[in-house]
């Protein structure tokens, strides 16, 4: 099968749903699940389901980040991955990292891409009084939140709605959208996927 890392920063909730995804005949199977938050959430959950674990803390690099990039990319290429999904990851990486996985690269982003690319995502989604929101998984390119959109699910949102409400309601749609996205990726299909 296809080694998948998956890099974190947070509680793991979408990495969770990738790991469990890749069983069976799926041609995936997670190789290392990497955080550069030490003692983030996801790393518990990741060791508990028998998946590597490492931790690259950006704050040993002291906004150096080209040898934090270095760093990660050593740590990360020991596991030989074929595949790499940043799931809840909140570093802005350089070109010098992403061209090193060009084209093995996917991210999940809380909005509808192209709208609301970086933070907030759900409270710009609400403040310019739009209908919808949703998630998007997309090829990660150089530019942040811009690469190829592979797949996006859509909610309503209501009239009374917080921001964490929204949140709560995309993060239900992002752990259908990810496993369904990663699979077709792995398998080389590239065509759109709407939930
Ligand atoms: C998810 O909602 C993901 O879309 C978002 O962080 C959350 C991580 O939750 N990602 C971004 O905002 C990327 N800029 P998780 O750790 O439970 O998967």
């Known amino acids: 099968p296809k080694k998948v890392a998956i890099l974190i920063s947070g509680g793991g909730s979408n990495m969770v749903s ?4 890749m069983t069976g005949d799926h041609p995936g199977r997670p190789c290392l699940v990497l955080s550069n938050v030490p003692g983030a959430g996801g790393l518990q959950k990741a060791e508990d389901m028998g998946i590597a674990t490492e ?29 790499i999904a940043m799931a809840g990851f909140m570093r802005i990486l350089t070109p010098t990292f992403i061209g090193h996985y060009a084209g093995k690269m996917l991210n999940i982003h809380p909005s509808l891409l192209p709208k ?55 993060l239900v749609k992002e752990h259908l959208l990810y496993p369904a996205v990663l699979v077709r990726f792995l398998r080389g299909e590239t065509e759109m996927l709407s939930l």
Do not use: N, W
């Open 18 to 21: 990738l790991a469990k995804s």
């Open 55 to 83: 931790v690259v803390d950006h704050r040993d690099f002291k906004g150096d980040r080209e040898a934090f990039e270095t760093k990660l990319i050593s740590v990360i290429d020991a596991y030989e991955p074929d595949a």
């Open 116 to 170: 609301y690319k970086g933070l907030h995502t759900h409270q710009h989604a609400i403040d310019a009084g739009d209908a919808e929101a949703g998630c998007s998984v997309h090829e990660v390119t150089a530019e942040l939140d811009g690469g190829p959109i592979l797949g996006q699910a859509r909610v309503p949102i209501l009239p009374e709605d917080t921001a964490d409400d929204l949140a709560a309601r995309v």
